[in-house]
């Protein structure tokens, strides 16, 4: 297995940073993560522009243009022949000698196989705890997802799946993955402030468009707890229902039928 | 030149991590920096202290004990033989197969020489800017310096040095440093909430109570801009006196009178 570190491509053992790099120092640099589906990258065009977008924000430099990139994308995926995978793209604020002054970048690629979630899991949902919190700077994909790891003790103590973020201005995401309701009056609803660009989210908005009314605004906790259906969306989960939050249980406990048409619809797009 | 990576001291130019470390993929880390005078470390035991605590927090076990650990950083100091220096300690996430599940977390020690400020920079200040921001986990010693290292562009272009946090509950601290004032009726003043429990901070404290009245409490960007005297503490620049908020002068715009007295009393007790 490979993987790619500024300009070349190394044994993935290998593939190692200097401890005076800016992520593992100071916890500064962006990310991006997609799927390869029989040995071809899915929405890459979205990822790529999403990846710069967050290196210009952070004022980081990537070393190779959008088209460099797509090409030695491929040709990691060409090298790897893992048809099912996750490619991770991170760029950082580079060896810093005071350890605290941006430097230049270091970018690497790595991949990795991926399990999706199960037909059963899709079918019977997974059960989410709540947390009060607002991430810092919730435009950019940075690697700061500190409070999501750390989060991840109370989840498994509570038998919970994942924990989704809400602060005064109402729910806004979870740490890896986007929230989606089917509200009382049968909306398709997300929130649209302090959340991340999901790709995903991006295409089932598209596609819910079809059969159902949609709309970005805030969604409060109160409110999400009594939608008929409650959903995320991220790139290694599709969509995925969800069937209890906190102490809640969402409509009937299982899949609804809003997530499932938009499931297979999504399902089909990734085909074509 | 040599640094300690997990049981290990290598040549400091190999000292490396593999690229699925958490706090590469996730910025997940503690650390600590202490410095050395004379080859001796100061104020070991806080620093040591507090590294562990971190740790405890974030759910991060160091690989040594305490009492080895105080034994590996003097022996690392022996080998390097850089009489000035700063010592920074990390502790990180760890190599995660998944890319977010803690895994046993890699521990490192780098040592470098460290330039203080000068007598001169000590006695004009330095010009601070403030930010509206709320750390994470403030009381934790975190890798997460993310707004403080995208901050320095500001910093920069506004000719600062530094740039002090605040909220509505009052100025917290810089990136790397605590603040005190010496308010109008003569006391000096700290914040203690959401605020790193800096170690030169508690020494300062300390001395303080021997020749003027100290505080603890919640201070106003207001009340700060109209302070007799602005300082800060950190462990790479004692007391550094702050001649300039934003854009008003803070007292002469000179070092003052009790920043200079804490000043001498710090030094004296670092050479004891």
Redesign the interface.
């Known amino acids: 297995m490979f ?1 790619f ?1 500024n300009n070349h491509f190394v044994s993935a ?1 290998d ?15 962006v ?1 991006d993560f997609f799927r390869t589906q029989n040995n071809k990258p899915l929405f890459l065009d979205d990822y790529v522009e999403r990846f710069f977008q967050s290196a210009a924000y ?2 980081l430099e990537p070393p190779h243009t959008k088209n460099d990139l797509r090409h030695i994308i491929v040709e990691l995926i060409d090298k790897n022949n893992i048809s099912e995978s996750g490619m ?1 793209l ?1 760029l ?2 580079g060896y810093s ?1 005071d ?4 430097s230049e970048p270091n970018f ?1 690629i ?1 991949q ?1 196989p991926i399990i999706m979630p199960t037909a059963e899991m899709f079918a019977n949902g997974v059960a989410i705890i709540s947390h009060a919190y607002t991430r ?2 919730p435009l950019v994909k ?9 989060l ?2 109370s989840v498994k103590e509570q038998g919970a799946y994942d924990v989704l973020y809400y602060d005064d201005e109402g729910v806004s995401e979870f740490p ?1 993955a986007n929230v989606f309701i089917v509200s009382k009056n049968d909306v398709l609803v997300t929130p649209i402030k302090n959340v991340l660009s999901g790709v995903t989210r991006k295409q089932v908005i598209a596609l819910a468009g079809k059969f159902i009314k949609v709309e970005e605004r805030a969604i409060s906790l109160q409110e999400l707890k009594s939608a008929k259906e409650v959903f995320m969306t991220s790139t290694t989960r599709r969509l995925l229902p969800v069937n209890k939050v906190d102490d809640v249980m969402i409509g009937n406990g299982k899949a609804g039928p809003i997530c499932t048409q938009l499931y297979q619809a999504f399902v089909k797009l990734e085909e074509s």
């Open positions: 993987s570190v053992g593939a190692s940073l200097k401890i005076n790099d800016l992520s593992i120092t100071r916890g500064y640099g990310f952070m004022y991770r991170i950082t604020g000698n350890g605290f002054t941006l690497f790595s990795q810092q700077m940075s690697i700061n997802y500190m409070m999501g790891v750390w991840q003790r890896r």
